[in-house]
């Protein structure tokens, strides 16, 4: 996985934590979610998921774009990198 630098936390809820990164290589800033798998079971989240999202399967003019996925097993977290949509967002379902 490339290089990716914290500048700010964006949020820290659940099982993980939302940072403002840098990309080092391009030198663009994107979102990094840090997901804890230590507290959560095996059976209650698929490993699959994040790959599949990863090779465009989600991909859609309105959705934020995942760049990149990685499971840590060491660390026992995800690392999910996606684009940085800068301003405030609301949320309006009908």
Known sequence: MERYVNK???GD???GKSY???NEVTGEDCVKKVIDTSIIKS???DT???PLQIKGKLSHENLVKLINAEE???EQQYV???EYIEGEFKVNCR
């Open 72 to 74: 840590d097993k060491k």
């Open 13 to 15: 809820k659940g099982f």
């Open 48 to 50: 699959r998921a994040i």
């Open 8 to 10: 700010k936390t964006l």
């Open 20 to 22: 403002l990164a840098l």
């Open 80 to 82: 999910i990198i996606s």
């Open 43 to 45: 059976n209650e989240y």
